[in-house]
């Protein structure tokens, strides 16, 4: 049985009888009569209907103005038909101008009016149901901007980058949405120098900011005790692996400059390539990722290999997420949609090579202007450090007045095993000062280590790496060797002499050694990677002895 409420308003009372029976026998039990204009907007006042059968002329307010009243007044569709014994076209017209919206004329056939009244009250129960929905959504809506706002003020205040650092930085982001996926983050490393790490979570907006706090406090905690990027990007990835969905990963770039400004340490996950511009001779080079993304290997396959990048002062290092090079531009008047039509890394290079001092916000606007859309379709982050001294973030560090020593001899067992030089690194660490060159030491050893493991046990020969496939042959000829490996060992020694302020490292080997003397050594330091030229570069000596089996380096605290 319907339930709606149905005012009738007509001054004759004739007219009024023949509607509500009609109604009633159709089912319409709630009808209310009304028999002028003022007494019918009383009445819908009180009793609010669901639809309204007006006659046109009434004593005093007439029909069209009852019906503007009305229909001002409704907070949702309110459904009016006149009842009307004129077939003046202008007055029909007036009656839907007015507010109206069908009418019906006198005498009325009761079967069309009772299927009019029923289309109308269709359309006001679906008006009523979309209206509920919008003050549903409306107050969703309300919901989430608050809730935004204060992920909003945890986001900007948890994640602040330190003045200082951020000083020798020049950044431009520009987010897709209200949150973005693209994370940049620096810290001062605690002997000069500075750390940065330039991420980006899978998507954009509030979803793909889901390891952005975790992945700060982690990257804070290390690089305040000094950790070098290799232990970083590990203990970033294992993190990642735990809380990141599985369709979710972590593009990432960290790096840590040292204090003179002129040799930066990369790990390079999955971002587009870091670009170099030489003051001097305004080229440009490029430095490809290495790596996946973190977030996606297991521990056990994760890989730690680092790209050193030397600078000179006033060169340029820009790196960036993948937004700006995924943007599409204008062609043909038309959105371009295929990969070949994205800016590209290309374009990217070419404007950083414009110009003697191009900033990132000059690049980002030249991309704007190009774009078929309005903006960025992702998150773009751009970045630009040009090399100078940063030894005003040096950390003043106490170090420990007792000297300190540490010996301990690797076998086969050890050597197929994984993190030997991170669990040494672990105890230096812990001693008082030490962790304000934790990244160095980390960097010598582990090249010292390698280097010992690879020529001295292993034998292995730096020239296979010379043809184009021997870098694969020379690591294929590396596993197969340590497969089957039952003897041999490496020996290492670290001394802290703090009134010396020094720290001395050797490490030795069992191979046959070689002719130190000779310049080989340099070839074979130099294919391993940077070799002996990176160790020359961040101690303050080096040499070998017995017959070329041992190395021996000495750091300054």
Not at 424 to 449: K, P, W
Request: net charge negative; charged share 25%; proline share 4%.
């Amino acid at each position: 049985m319907p339930s709606q409420k149905i005012l009738i308003v007509d001054d004759d009372p004739i007219n009024r009888t023949l509607l509500r029976h009609m109604l009633m026998e159709q089912g319409y039990g709630e009808c209310f009569e009304a028999e002028d204009g003022q007494s019918a907007i009383d009445l819908a006042q009180q009793c609010k209907p669901d639809i309204v059968l007006l006659d046109i002329v009434m004593p005093g307010m007439d029909g069209f103005d009852v019906a503007k009243y009305l229909k001002a007044r409704a907070k949702t569709y309110l459904p009016i038909i006149f009842i009307t014994a004129s077939d003046d076209r202008s007055k029909l017209i007036k009656c839907l101008d007015v507010g109206g919206d069908d009418f019906a004329l006198k005498p009325f056939d009761k079967f069309i009016l009772s299927a009019k009244i029923k289309a109308h009250l269709r359309i006001r129960t679906m008006a009523q149901q979309i209206a509920m929905q919008n003050l549903e959504l409306s107050n969703y809506r309300i919901g989430v901007d608050r809730e935004h706002a204060i992920i909003e003020h945890i986001y900007k205040h948890a994640l602040k980058n330190p003045a200082p650092a951020l000083s020798f930085f020049d950044v431009n982001q520009t987010p897709a949405d209200n949150f973005s996926g693209d994370l940049f983050l620096t810290q001062p490393h605690p002997n000069g120098g500075v750390y940065l790490l330039l991420g980006d979570f899978t998507g954009h907006g509030l979803a793909s900011t889901i390891g952005a706090i975790p992945v700060f406090r982690s990257f804070a905690s290390m690089t305040a005790d000094g950790m070098s990027v290799v232990e970083i990007a590990t203990e970033l990835n294992s993190s990642l692996i735990n809380i990141l969905p599985p369709d979710r990963f972590f593009s990432a770039i960290i790096c840590h400059i040292n204090e003179s400004g002129e040799r930066a340490i990369v790990w390079h996950g999955g971002l587009p390539d870091i670009y170099l511009k030489r003051r001097v001779s305004g080229d440009v080079e490029s430095y490809s990722a290495k790596h996946m993304a973190l977030g996606i290997l297991q521990p056990d396959d994760f890989e730690t290999d680092c790209t050193v990048i030397d600078l000179e002062s006033g060169d340029s290092l820009y790196l960036s997420s993948d937004g700006i090079i995924e943007a599409t531009p204008i062609k043909d008047g038309l959105d371009s949609l295929s990969i070949q039509d994205m800016l590209g890394e290309d374009t990217l290079r070419a404007w950083i090579g414009e110009g003697d001092d191009i900033s990132v916000t000059d690049i980002v606007n030249k991309a704007k202007s190009t774009l078929s859309r309005t903006q960025f379709d992702d998150d773009v982050t751009l970045i630009k450090f040009t090399s100078k001294d940063l030894s005003v973030l040096r950390k003043s560090q106490v170090l420990t007045r007792l000297p300190f020593s540490f010996s301990t001899a690797l076998g086969p067992n050890e050597f197929r095993g994984e993190g030997c030089v991170e669990q040494i690194l672990q105890v230096i660490a812990s001693q008082q000062g030490m962790a304000s060159i934790r990244s160095d030491i980390f960097t010598v050893l582990s090249e010292m280590y390698t280097n010992a493991l690879d020529h001295g046990v292993l034998k292995l020969d730096s020239k296979l790496k010379e043809s184009p496939d021997g870098f694969m042959e020379y690591y294929t000829l590396r596993q197969q060797r340590l497969d089957v490996l039952t003897d041999g060992f490496i020996k290492i020694e670290i001394n802290l002499y703090p009134s010396e302020n020094s720290v001395a490292i050797s490490v030795t080997d069992s191979g046959n050694g070689f002719d130190y003397k000779s310049v080989s050594v340099v070839h074979d330091y130099a294919s391993s990677g940077r070799g002996l030229l990176l160790l020359s570069e961040i101690c303050d000596s080096v040499w070998f002895e017995g017959n070329g089996n041992r190395i021996v380096v000495e750091l300054s605290v």
